[in-house]
């Protein structure tokens, strides 16, 4: 598939999606996010593809969304623009595949939000992140109200709502932010080797356990506990389960197959 600012590879049964604008810092325009918005759509497609991967280049994740953009946008057309960003997200976030965002450098605005849509966050040492919207005038619009404070929690999200200031990686992972922070150079190999892990892992078991966790938390506690009950008991149909189960009896390792 070619794109102009996404490049988009599949190595074995990982999809790479990367932000190729790097002379803006992979900043959000409406042409970056409909190649992005293809490309999500291509890895749901493909049965092949088991995990993906969301990544910009060394010195930037995504920079946020196009300031020049918006510059000149009016209530009309930042509806426009966020209707699309909110399309987007929704389709990354609702992949019924893993998703890892792999970030080295600026993970700011629209971008950390993108982020804030995968499963796993994986940082390099020198990732910065942040939600410097406050700074424009405005106020996060891709999400960073709503799924910040519920993965870092209230406080320290309206730390870095209210005043838009940044924070390195080690402050990421100790916010929550980020579940692992890796040196620059060894980022693409600790994702490879946490997708190859999900990879090994039962597909429908994956999808259902994603299902739970991202459509209780919207909702209140008991739903939530019924609807895990419907996907654990409906796990119990498949041939994973019980290849899981005998293999764990016969000490063998387990051969998953449904995808
Ligand atoms: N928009 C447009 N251009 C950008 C952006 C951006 N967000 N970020 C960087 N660039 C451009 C610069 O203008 C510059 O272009 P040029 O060379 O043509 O002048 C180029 O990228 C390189 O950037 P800098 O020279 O500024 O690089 P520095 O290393 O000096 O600084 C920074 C890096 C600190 C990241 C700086 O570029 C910066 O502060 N960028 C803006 C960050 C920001 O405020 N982001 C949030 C934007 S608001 C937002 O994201 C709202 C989301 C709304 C929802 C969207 C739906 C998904």
Request: net charge neutral.
């Amino acid at each position: 598939m070619k794109l102009k600012y996404i490049n988009f590879r599949r190595k074995d049964s990982v999809a790479w999606i990367q932000f190729n604008r790097p002379e803006k810092l992979n900043a959000l325009n409406p042409n970056v996010l409909k190649d992005l918005e293809t490309a999500v759509a291509c890895c749901e497609e493909e049965h092949f593809v088991r995990v993906v991967v969301l990544m910009g280049y060394e010195k930037a994740f995504v920079a946020g969304a196009d300031i020049e953009h918006m510059s000149k946008a009016d209530v009309n057309s930042a509806y426009e623009l966020t209707d699309l960003g909110l399309r987007v997200q929704e389709r990354l976030s609702d992949l019924s595949k893993p998703t890892i965002a792999a970030i080295s450098g600026y993970a700011l605005g629209g971008g950390l939000e993108l982020a804030l849509c995968c499963d796993i966050r994986i940082s390099a040492e020198n990732a910065i992140f942040g939600l410097p919207e406050i700074t424009l005038g405005i106020i996060p619009g891709g999400g960073g109200t709503q799924r910040l404070p519920r993965l870092v929690g209230v406080g320290a999200a309206t730390e870095l709502i209210f005043l838009g200031e940044m924070i390195n990686a080690d402050k990421a992972k100790q916010i929550g932010l980020v579940n692992m922070v890796v040196p620059l150079g060894r980022l693409k190999g600790e994702v490879e080797a946490f997708a190859s892990k999900l990879i090994d892992k039962p597909a429908l078991a994956l999808r259902a356990a994603k299902i739970a966790m991202r459509r209780g938390i919207g909702i209140p506690l008991k739903e939530g506990l019924q609807m895990e009950q419907s996907l654990f008991c409906m796990l119990f149909g498949t041939e994973d389960q019980k290849e899981g189960m005998s293999a764990f009896l016969e000490r063998r390792k387990p051969m998953y197959r449904e995808k």
